[in-house]
């Protein structure tokens, strides 16, 4: 099978194309042919090495995944023993641990659903893990409610755009930080206010929140605190952070054991898919709730091209690989 590959860590010129054996699933495991990936911070951090930490359990000389890639859509071509759920010939969405920008991928069923009817393959491809982050941060961890306030750092980027419409179908007043060109696109997501960044600082404003939810991480901790109402939080969920060593880790280790004495830092959360996550977005976006946002498409063979666009962090909503028609 055809798959983008890489046998070290560093910039996009370490992503290859090659032809490769295809994978075969294990017990509990069912075989995808892929017809599109999505991309997101977590395959440049890994294409890259980057926080070194992060090297502890991916590989300290060399990745251990050599196939970049965790969303994807496709069909299912084939089950290993003991699955349940899923079959030949299913129109799938969900996320596997790494090697979705290839040919076919393994996943396991709790981690994969039906795709949704009203999307195609690269839209379907670019909900998993960006749409179960923003159901997370927004629904379990941030406890939105009707009439609540929420300001989303970030707001027109990968996670951002679901957590706009997420916080919307809970009944939510939103605010979106975004740049002067994804204004437009955050109202059409249904945010009631727009911080443009490039000229105003939520964090020096009187406006408070219930939840801030920030994916830029372009403050301090103790800076963007100060724009939380009274009984509510602040949660970062960004991967972009200074250092090499640490980089985002830090900030998110620094969160939770201030969150231990400040009740206005909310603890990072982690989000891996679950099924019933998969499940819970197909409703919204069969409800006509929740929409994805692809801002760039790319062929298999551009992968490296498609990450070094993520790299630059201004993407507005979703980049995809288009794997097969």
């Not at 659903?113 to 999307?119: C, D, F, I, S």
């Not at 727009?194 to 994916?215: C, M």
């Not at 939080?233 to 985002?248: C, D, K, L, P, V």
């Not at 891996?272 to 760039?296: A, C, M, S």
Request: hydrophobic share 40%.
């Amino acid at each position: 099978m055809k798959a983008i590959v890489q046998d070290t860590y560093g910039g996009p010129d370490v992503l290859v194309a090659r032809t490769i054996a295809e994978p075969t699933p294990k017990d509990g495991e069912a075989l995808v042919a892929v017809r599109a990936a999505a991309l997101h911070i977590g395959d440049l951090m890994l294409m890259q090495g980057e926080p070194f930490v992060m090297r502890l359990g991916a590989g300290l000389r060399r990745p251990r995944k050599h196939i970049p890639g965790f969303d994807f859509a496709g069909v299912v071509a084939s089950v290993g023993a003991d699955v349940s759920g899923v079959q030949p010939g299913d129109e799938v969405f969900g996320e596997t641990n790494g090697g979705s920008c290839a040919e076919y991928v393994v996943a396991t069923p709790d981690k994969i659903a039906p795709k949704p009817a009203r999307l195609t393959f690269e839209e379907a491809a670019a909900v998993p893990v960006s749409g179960a982050t923003a159901l997370k941060g927004i629904r379990d961890v941030g406890k939105v409610e009707g009439g609540h306030r929420v300001l989303i750092n970030g707001a027109t980027g990968g996670v951002g755009i679901y957590a706009i419409q997420i916080a919307k179908a809970l009944g939510a007043e939103v605010t979106a930080v975004c740049g002067p060109g994804n204004a437009q696109l955050a109202r059409e997501l249904g945010a009631d206010h727009v911080i443009d960044y490039t000229r105003d600082d939520y964090t020096r404003g009187e406006a408070r929140y219930d939840l801030i939810l920030d994916n830029v991480a372009n403050h301090s901790l103790a800076d963007a605190r100060k724009a939380v109402a009274a009984g509510g939080s602040y949660i970062t969920n960004s991967a972009r952070s200074e250092g090499r060593w640490f980089g985002a880790v830090g900030r998110m280790m620094h969160a939770g054991v201030v969150s231990l004495f400040v009740p206005k830092q909310g603890r990072p959360f982690y989000s891996p898919v679950r099924r019933q996550d998969l499940l819970d977005l197909t409703g919204l976006i069969e409800g006509g709730e929740l929409r994805p946002v692809i801002d760039r498409t790319y062929p298999l063979a551009e992968t490296a091209a498609a990450i070094d666009y993520v790299a630059g962090g201004h993407a507005s909503g979703k980049t995809v690989i288009t794997v097969a028609g």
